[in-house]
T-cell receptor, first 115, second 111 residues
Framework: AQSVTQLGSHVSVSEGALVLLRCNYS??????LFWYVQYPNQGLQLLLKYTTGATLVKGINGFEAEFKKSETSFHLTKPSAHMSDAAEYFCAVSALNTGFQKLVFGTGTRLLVSP | ETGVTQSPTHLIKTRGQQVTLRCSSQSGHNTVSWYQQALGQGPQFIFQ???????GRGNFPPRFSGLQFPNYSSELNVNALELDDSALYLC??????????FGPGTRLTVL
C-alpha cells in the first residue's frame, strides 16, 4: 500500500520569500512522485514529477523538488514566492506494479502569500 | 489540442437519487481515471478505464459505476446518492502509465 503525508495544512510566506512544502511518502515499491497545484474552482495542474533518474526535478513556474529515498521525502521548493503562487498543493505517489496507474494523494497544503 | 472537459460544472441532487457525470478525454488518450475530492481533502481514486474496460478500482461501493466509450470519453454513475457523496469529482485522462491530465471537475451537492 502507498500513502502520502503532507506536513502543515497551511503555509504562509511573504512575497519574495522561500517556499517549502513538505511531503513524505510510504511505498513498498519504487515510487513515482508528483506535485500538483489546484487553484480555486479548478482542477489539478501538474507542477513536476519524479519517475527515475535525476533526483532533483525542476517543474513549471520555478518550482523544484528533490527525491530523497533515505528520508522517504519529496519536498517542494521555490526560491522566491509570488502572489500568483497562492493555491492548494498536493503531493501524490503512484506505482505501476498493479498494472495500472493509481495516484494516491496527500491531504494538501494551502499556500498563502502576503505582500 | 483540446484538454480534458467535464460536464456539468455543478449539480444539485437529493439523497437517494442517481447522477451521471461526463468526461471527454484529451486527444490521443485512451485511459480515463475518476477521483472524488471531498471538501478539504485530497482526491481519492475511484476507478480507471482503459479501452472501455475497468482495469482498476479504489475503495468505493458498487453504486459507483462507470463506462468508457469507443471515443474514450467516459461517464461516472452514482446510484442511491448519500449526503457524503457531496464532493468535487475529477476526471483525468492519460496514455497508459503516463502523466494524468485533469479536467476542471464537477461539483456535486447532495441535499
Amino acid at each position: 500500500a502507498q500513502s502520502v503525508t503532507q506536513l502543515g495544512s497551511h503555509v504562509s510566506v511573504s512575497e519574495g520569500a522561500l517556499v517549502l512544502l513538505r511531503c513524505n511518502y510510504s511505498s513498498s515499491v519504487p515510487p513515482y512522485l508528483f506535485w500538483y497545484v489546484q487553484y480555486p474552482n479548478q482542477g489539478l495542474q501538474l507542477l513536476l514529477k519524479y519517475t527515475t533518474g535525476a533526483t532533483l526535478v525542476k517543474g513549471i513556474n520555478g518550482f523544484e523538488a528533490e527525491f530523497k529515498k533515505s528520508e522517504t521525502s519529496f519536498h517542494l521548493t521555490k526560491p522566491s514566492a509570488h502572489m500568483s503562487d497562492a493555491a492548494e498543493y498536493f503531493c501524490a505517489v503512484s506505482a505501476l506494479n498493479t498494472g495500472f496507474q493509481k495516484l494516491v494523494f496527500g491531504t494538501g497544503t494551502r499556500l498563502l502569500v502576503s505582500p | 489540442e483540446t484538454g480534458v472537459t467535464q460536464s456539468p460544472t455543478h449539480l444539485i441532487k437529493t439523497r437517494g437519487q442517481q447522477v451521471t457525470l461526463r468526461c471527454s478525454s484529451q486527444s490521443g488518450h485512451n485511459t480515463v481515471s475518476w477521483y472524488q475530492q471531498a471538501l478539504g481533502q485530497g482526491p481519492q481514486f475511484i476507478f480507471q478505464y482503459y479501452r472501455e474496460e475497468e482495469n482498476g478500482r479504489g475503495n468505493f461501493p458498487p453504486r459507483f459505476s462507470g463506462l468508457q466509450f469507443p471515443n474514450y470519453s467516459s461517464e461516472l454513475n452514482v446510484n442511491a446518492l448519500e449526503l457524503d457523496d457531496s464532493a468535487l469529482y475529477l476526471c483525468a485522462s492519460s496514455s497508459p502509465n503516463n502523466e494524468q491530465f485533469f479536467g476542471p471537475g464537477t461539483r456535486l451537492t447532495v441535499l
